[in-house]
């Protein structure tokens, strides 16, 4: 069974930079998997950050940018602010029209 | 505006029924795929299950496979979860999301959310 691990907490000062990974039990992330990412806030609906990769949903402030680094996803928040803090999550898409999220990373900002 | 809006959500006992709906407007709703996303009390995002835009394709999490059914009315503009067999690892905030624009692979809009639980 395929897992996809996320980091389950990371902190960050404000103003700072920040970077949370997405990664596979077995295997390496690459771009034919289609990282996408997520932030949610408790109580509220997941709100579309990066899809394809890298690519910023419309809106999305160009601190958050998506990358592959080595074997796994990534999402940088540069510039950090009180309200980044949030769940974040990642999801690949594992072919065959399924996809599996990862855990979820709590980004607190202090 | 691009809208997503579930109902249908309730307290349901194990091994009964449920038909959640998602309701889209704002955007040509026959040109995206949908795709159902739950997420347990005080867990993470779990993906459900996958609509084509015509309807004709359908996936599902193996969890759910041979329980619950994805459906999809473009002439309403709606999406359906037909939910049976249930149980109370089911109890969960049911999304419904958007196939996006540019790579059906992400999910661009979201609504948000219905309750389903299941206990007796």
């Known amino acids: 069974q395929t897992v996809v691990t996320q980091e389950p907490s990371f902190s960050v000062s404000p103003g700072g930079t920040v970077t949370l990974t997405c990664g596979l039990s077995?295997?390496?992330?690459?771009?034919?998997?289609?990282p996408s990412w997520y932030q949610q806030t408790p109580g509220q609906a997941p709100r579309t950050l990066i899809y394809?990769?890298?690519t910023r949903s419309s809106g999305v402030p160009d601190r958050f940018s998506g990358s592959i680094l080595g074997n796994k996803a990534a999402l940088t928040i540069t510039g950090a602010r009180a309200d980044d803090e949030s769940d974040y999550y990642c999801v690949l898409y594992m072919g065959g029209g399924s996809w599996v999220f990862g855990g979820g990373t709590k980004l607190t900002v202090l | 505006e691009v809208n997503l809006v579930e109902s249908g959500g309730a307290l349901v006992q194990p091994g009964g029924s449920l038909r959640l709906s998602c309701a889209a407007s704002g955007f040509t709703f026959s040109d995206h795929s949908m795709n159902w996303v739950r997420q347990a009390p005080g867990k993470g995002l779990e993906w459900v299950s996958y609509i084509g835009n015509s309807g004709s394709i359908t996936h599902y999490t193996d969890s759910v496979k041979g329980r619950f059914t994805f459906s999809r009315d473009n002439a309403k503009n709606s999406v359906y979860l037909q939910m049976n067999s249930l149980r109370a690892e089911d109890t969960a905030v049911y999304y419904c999301?958007?196939?996006?624009?540019?790579?059906?692979?992400?999910?661009?809009?979201w609504g948000q959310g219905t309750m389903v639980t299941v206990s007796s």
């Open positions: 077995s295997g390496s992330v690459s771009t034919t998997y289609y």
């Open positions: 999301a958007r196939g996006g624009t540019y790579d059906f692979r992400a999910f661009d809009i």
């Open positions: 394809s990769t890298s």
